[in-house]
């Protein structure tokens, strides 16, 4: 059983940046795809970025495509979100989840389709 569990979040200011981190307890993460989503009061969880462990091809949602990047280390068996420029909106708590492989990478945008997810962690951008 796959657990994930992920560090990185906290406070910054408008415009600062943030590193995630997401590795998996008692697992590996080879045979899937790893995504961050997330998931703002009131709101909807939605998804962020997507990651295949296998050959890196990343997904972004539009929301941060050139500001968010998802990368790996395989050494290391840890995945990332690298956030820049961040904006109030951007407040949320940030979810790492896990799924195997599909042929329709729209799949990799629905929370329903992850078997696997971390705890959460925080992100908060002050104006």
């Known amino acids: 059983q796959v657990q994930l569990v992920e560090s990185g979040g906290g406070l910054v200011q408008a415009g600062g940046a943030l590193k995630l981190s997401c590795a998996p307890s008692?697992?590996?993460?080879?045979?899937?795809?790893m995504s961050w989503f997330r998931q703002a009061p009131g709101k909807e969880r939605e998804f962020v970025a997507a990651i295949t462990w296998k050959d890196g091809t990343t997904y972004y949602a539009d929301s941060v495509k050139g500001l968010f990047t998802v990368s790996r280390d395989s050494a290391e068996n840890t995945g990332y979100l690298q956030m820049s420029s961040l904006k109030p909106k951007a407040t949320a708590v940030y979810y790492c989840?896990?799924?195997?492989?599909?042929?329709?990478?729209?799949?990799?945008?629905?929370?329903?389709?992850?078997?696997?997810w971390g705890q959460g962690t925080k992100v908060t951008v002050s104006s």
């Open positions: 008692g697992g590996t993460f080879s045979h899937y795809v």
């Open positions: 989840a896990a799924t195997g492989y599909s042929s329709r990478r729209y799949c990799y945008t629905l929370p329903e389709r992850y078997t696997f």
